[in-house]
């Protein structure tokens, strides 16, 4: 296979994804409490909101508790809406 073909494989293969590793956690990972709490955390780009955990607290907090994947760079990309979540997907 020639590196174009195996790199538009890859295109459409990642552009029918419909959500980022920090939002498909929470989708197949948690319970339902655990869930609210993490996206309404995950979600919370309120520095002065009482409930608001930085990107670097956040992703401390999911590694401690044995969650792989959720790096401050994947928060921060989520918070900003510029992950797979806010993505137009292709359909096959």
Do not use: W
Not at 24 to 31: G, K, N, V, W
Not at 39 to 63: G, I
């Amino acid at each position: 296979m020639a590196l174009s073909d195996a790199i538009q494989n890859e295109i459409k293969k990642y552009s029918k994804r419909v959500e980022c590793t920090v939002a498909r956690i929470a989708t197949l990972e948690l319970s339902d409490e655990d869930r609210e709490v993490y996206l309404k955390t995950l979600n919370n780009k309120n520095a002065k909101d009482p409930d608001f955990l930085s990107t670097e607290k956040l992703s401390q907090v999911m590694r401690d508790e044995g969650y792989e994947g959720v790096s401050p760079s994947s928060i921060n990309r989520h918070r900003n809406q510029l992950c797979t979540c806010y993505r137009k997907t292709v359909s096959s």
